[in-house]
């Protein structure tokens, strides 16, 4: 049970981090295409972390927040309620 709350608890955080990331990218105006291309990934690796289904590296993150003009705090933000 306690492994189980653990792991729905870090799929939520996934979960929000995905989703802030996608609602700064599109304040910032940007296809997940030009994000990819900025942070030197494939188009689909994007989609993949906006819908949780795959972990960015800290690099990752802090490449996205650099091209979408935030921090990486700021991506994390809400992520561990």
Do not use: P, W
Not at 3 to 19: H, I, P, V
Not at 41 to 53: K, M, Q, T, V, W
Not at 62 to 70: H, Q
């Amino acid at each position: 049970m306690h492994k189980n709350l653990q792991e729905d608890e870090y799929n939520n955080f996934l979960t929000r981090l995905g989703k802030n990331i996608k609602e700064t990218r599109k304040s910032a105006m940007l296809s997940q295409e030009q994000l990819a291309f900025n942070i030197d990934s494939a188009r689909n690796y994007i989609g993949c972390i906006e819908r949780a289904e795959k972990v960015a590296s800290l690099k990752t993150l802090f490449k996205i927040a650099k091209v979408l003009n935030t921090t990486v705090e700021d991506l994390l933000k809400n992520t561990m309620e």
